[in-house]
């Protein structure tokens, strides 16, 4: 069978890339044809991503591509585009990190029910959730005239194909989203005073949404191709692993840290540790813990000008080990802004030691993520019944080799980093089953990872006590 030509388009909070694979027997190349920043945009009081300007380096990167078989689009969750009835978008999408939700989660979780909107959902409490978003917007007039909602991969989708649609991995992550029932949540949306027919249908991964309109003047006429548009999903295919018994954590702006699962874990305990369920490929469910990530370390390094960050983790490697610790789940880091003077504060009102230097900082960011890293797998295993014998990181956080071994050490586990273009892979591994080049499940696709790219091993060194102790202090 010949090798084919596919098209990723990976859209992160940091940046998005168009990525050129080539997919045949044995074969799986990836490269980067072409990088998009994405900066958010300030307008007033309301913070937006420029959808525009993200659409258009679309377009450039397909450009660069040259002709392909077939078209996946990935992106991070919960933020939509609103269109009129004659199908244009009404404003920019706002940002999940805006203000506009803060106190909407709790008034809105108190109206409709902690424990109905955990069963119904599956979803963790995340105070950005779609659900929540909604309910901030309610009374304004872009979302009274508003006709469709899409969600960002779909918006794209709809862009190049004139197609809507709601793919499904990206739909559950939404909180409106009947996890069950495989359905959007109906009852819910009416019991909230959200308008179902915003929604559009669902689509499964693997579904083939339509050509690319011609007058776009792509090469050829490529298929757009349903993927895990939700970009964990496709990170979670990406994951090279053998069996069932591994935890993931796809690191980034954000880890998603969990394992891989049948059916959903709707219990009160559940709920209580935050846990969420989300739509994998292959009706699979991501049960898995949203941890803040390399979020605290990219803000700090912004506050400081973009020092050497190679130069940084060496030196960070010689701090020691544990000196202060914060919780990267606070809430007081979500925002943009100084993070080192939050982390600063954090410490101080912890009885922590202030770091003082960027070194210092760096040292107790990577700290605090690896315990939290250990804290969500540990969950994970113990809510789920699931045991694993390895904890495997894929994304951008492959090349942290610091993070790594500390995240080995943390959970006393080995730690297997890479493919760091883990999302990319997992969303043309599906496009190349819906072209036929690649047959089998998710264990037929991991397999073909396993052959082809390249994978660290960090062996765990911890001191289990030091690192309980470490968690005592961080409030785990």
Do not use: K
């Not at 992160?12 to 990836?30: I, N, T, Y």
């Not at 739509?279 to 973009?306: A, C």
Request: aromatic share 6%; with cysteine.
């Amino acid at each position: 069978m010949s090798t084919v030509r596919l098209a990723a388009v990976d859209l992160g909070a940091s940046s998005g890339r168009v990525m050129l694979a080539h997919v045949g027997p044995g074969q799986l190349e990836l490269a980067e044809v072409h990088r998009i920043p994405n900066e958010p945009v300030r307008v007033g009081n309301t913070l937006h991503w420029d959808i525009l300007a993200l659409y258009r380096g679309i377009l450039d990167g397909l450009r660069a591509a040259g002709p392909v078989t077939s078209i996946g689009v990935d992106s991070w969750a919960v933020d939509y585009g609103l269109l009129d009835a004659s199908g244009a978008l009404l404003g920019n999408p706002v940002h999940y990190r805006d203000s506009r939700t803060d106190g909407v989660a709790e008034r809105v979780a108190e109206q409709l029910g902690e424990e109905q909107l955990y069963t119904t959902t599956g979803l963790q409490q995340l105070p950005f959730n779609t659900l929540y978003q909604l309910a901030a917007a309610a009374g304004t007039p872009q979302l009274d005239i508003a006709r469709r909602l899409l969600l960002i991969p779909d918006l794209v989708a709809y862009w190049l194909t004139g197609q809507l649609g709601a793919e499904i991995t990206n739909a559950s992550t939404t909180q409106l989203y009947d996890l069950r029932r495989r359905a959007w949540a109906t009852g819910l949306m009416a019991d909230a005073g959200i308008r179902s027919e915003l929604f559009p249908p669902l689509r499964e991964p693997g579904t083939r949404i339509g050509p690319v309109l011609p007058d776009l003047g792509l090469p050829g006429s490529p298929q757009v191709v349903a993927v895990g548009s939700h970009d964990t999903a496709s990170a979670v295919v990406g994951v090279p692993a053998a069996g069932n018994r591994f935890a993931y954590i796809s690191c980034g702006t954000w880890s998603l840290v969990g394992v891989e699962l049948d059916a959903p874990v709707l219990t009160e305990a559940s709920r209580q540790a935050n846990f969420t369920n989300e739509s994998g490929v292959d009706g699979t469910i991501r049960y898995l813990r949203n941890v803040m990530g390399l979020w605290l370390l990219q803000e700090s390094l912004r506050t400081w000008g973009g020092p050497d960050l190679p130069d940084l983790l060496r030196r960070a490697a010689l701090e020691p080990a544990f000196r202060s610790v914060v919780d990267p789940d606070d809430p007081a880091f979500l925002p943009p802004g100084d993070m080192p003077t939050r982390i600063a504060d954090a410490c101080r009102h912890a009885g922590e030691p202030v770091p003082t230097t960027p070194t210092a900082t760096v040292r107790c960011i990577l700290d605090s993520l690896a315990l939290a890293h250990r804290r969500a797998v540990r969950q994970a295993q113990q809510l789920s019944g699931r045991h694993v014998d390895a904890v495997h990181i894929v994304g951008g956080g492959a090349r942290n080799e610091l993070l790594c071994q500390l995240t080995a050490d943390a959970c006393g586990l080995p730690v297997l980093a890479g493919p760091v273009e883990a999302t990319a892979l997992g969303n043309v591994l599906v496009q190349a089953r819906t072209a036929g080049i690649i047959g089998g499940d998710l264990a037929a696709l991991r397999a073909v990872l396993r052959e082809t790219q390249h994978v660290v091993r960090y062996e765990s060194r911890g001191d289990e006590a030091a690192w309980r102790a470490a968690e005592t202090r961080m409030g785990g």
